[in-house]
């Protein structure tokens, strides 16, 4: 076994354990949401989905998807492989994200706005951002050769990067239906103690369910970029 | 600068020079353009959507997937007998070689666009009147952008399987801000709205125009150089 190997096992088993952890945490999550949480007044018992939809997109939106297009700029300035590795785990993590986003959202706005879907802004900038992951993995998985996968993938991540701005000014001209932030604003938060703590551990285990992705998907592409480089060697 | 500026004018003048001379990929977009546009006639119900309500929207559409189309053949022709090699050896700034293969790409996707917009309003019987010059402003403006990206990733495509699939889905993305406001500009030009209406959306197109431009020259050398 290589180092290379050895340290791609290593990870992947630490990959494992956090996610482990993070998926108990998850399910410790909803239980505290849908047994020691109050109902909310207006929504009753769909607002319990807020618990798993608002950390994911946190998440996706703040941490996973910028750290993407990120590793994406130092790795065209560096040219470092494990940044070009960290970009392509965090991409697909952001994906997932992404996904968990897209799919509560509207399982929430059916009983409370009425409908599955809206052109909202919010709504709107993540699928966008869903779709610029998805032509992320699609252009990654048609490159053979690892460096123009990497420099390419960084160039779309750091394009998309600039992208984003426009999206948001080009979609925000709409006025949105989507509830504006409870949490993260400039007074302070304006939800129940109860509530509040529900929310922030359920930020903390999306964290750590990023965390427990991405070191095991780093593992597996280490072992992967090692098993290529024992058969080219 | 002057040099530079030569160079690039040395690549675009070969590219349309080479296109002029077979017309294949030229004529396949327009003719694709034509066939959207026809398409776009059988699938809607002329008795009960106006044609004016339509119209921005059908411009658009048949604009974003001709573009495509026309953008996909600028790095593909280098790939036979190794000629981007060649043009990589050749003595020019990577500048200068992304600005040709633009100012190629941008005249391509123009030309097909001039096709378009005449059989646009012959096919719809519009009346286009004083909205032309705005509506010609707004074509320029989102091209600019679009093309510019467009530029980039078909490098990129051109190096991977299924380049004519890739195109399209990383870039789509990246056309529907410019797109979103090009529509917000042909609305009010279309319905004769005054110019305050209009230059919001043309702001935005120029704003996007210098960022991915820009972007576009900075980032062409990590795509090109290995």
Same mark, same amino acid.
């Given at each position: 076994m290589t180092p290379?190997? *050895?340290?791609?096992?290593?990870?992947?088993?630490?990959?494992v354990v956090l996610t482990v952890l993070a998926l108990i945490g998850q399910a410790a999550v909803m239980l505290l949401a849908i047994q020691f949480?109050?109902?909310?007044?207006?929504?009753?018992?769909?607002?319990?989905?807020?618990?798993?939809?608002?950390?994911a997109a946190v998440i996706a939106l703040w941490v996973a998807v910028p750290l993407t297009a990120f590793a994406g700029l130092l790795y065209l300035w560096l040219h470092d492989p494990r940044l070009d590795r960290f970009a392509a785990a965090s991409a697909e993590v952001s994906t997932v994200l992404c996904g968990i986003v897209l799919a509560t959202g509207p399982i929430w706005g059916k009983p409370i706005w009425g409908t599955w879907w809206t052109w909202d802004g919010r709504l709107t900038l993540t699928l966008f951002l869903?779709?610029?992951?998805?032509?992320y993995h699609t252009l990654r998985a048609a490159i053979?050769?690892?460096?123009?996968?990497?420099?390419?993938? *960084?160039?779309?991540g750091v394009m998309g990067l600039v992208l984003v701005p426009f999206i948001h000014l080009s979609v925000y001209l709409w006025r949105g239906l989507h509830p504006q932030p409870v949490v993260l604003k400039p007074s302070a938060p304006s939800l129940p103690p109860e509530m509040l703590r529900t929310l922030l551990s359920g930020f903390a285990v999306a964290f750590l369910l990023y965390l427990g992705f991405v070191t095991l998907r780093y593992g597996i592409q280490l072992a992967r970029d090692a098993r290529e480089a024992a058969h080219a060697g | 600068m002057g040099r530079a500026l030569r160079h690039a004018l040395a690549i675009a003048g070969k590219d349309l020079r080479m296109e002029l001379r077979t017309r294949t990929s030229l004529l396949s977009a327009a003719v694709f353009a034509a066939?959207?546009?026809?398409?776009?006639?059988?699938?809607?119900?002329?008795?009960a959507?106006?044609?004016?309500?339509?119209?921005p929207s059908i411009l658009w559409v048949t604009v974003t997937f001709a573009s495509v189309v026309a953008m996909n053949r600028?790095?593909?022709v280098e790939r036979e007998n190794g000629a981007f090699d060649g043009l990589l050896l050749a003595p020019v700034s990577r500048e200068s070689l992304y600005l040709g293969k633009y100012l190629a790409n941008l005249a391509f996707v123009l030309i097909v666009e001039a096709i378009t917009l005449p059989l646009f309003v012959l096919f719809f019987n519009l009346d286009l009147g004083g909205a032309l010059p705005g509506l010609l402003l707004t074509l320029l403006l989102a091209t600019i952008g679009f093309v510019a990206v467009g530029t980039v990733f078909s490098a990129m495509v051109a190096k991977t399987r299924f380049a004519e699939l890739m195109l399209p889905i990383l870039l789509l993305p990246f056309m529907v801000p410019p797109l979103i406001f090009a529509v917000k500009t042909t609305v009010p030009l279309f319905a004769g709205r005054p110019l305050s209406d209009v230059l919001p959306g043309l702001r935005f197109l120029a704003l996007y125009d210098v960022a991915f431009v820009t972007l576009s020259v900075l980032l062409f050398s990590a795509v090109v150089d290995e």
């Open positions: 290379d190997a *050895a340290r791609a096992r290593s990870l992947m088993t630490r990959g949480t109050p109902v909310e007044a207006r929504q009753g018992m769909a607002q319990k989905i807020f618990y798993v939809h608002v950390p869903f779709f610029l992951l998805l032509g053979r050769d690892p460096g123009d996968r990497a420099r390419f993938s *960084a160039v779309l | 066939l959207v546009l026809m398409v776009f006639n059988f699938a809607r119900d002329p008795t959507v106006a044609t004016v309500d339509l119209a600028a790095f593909t």
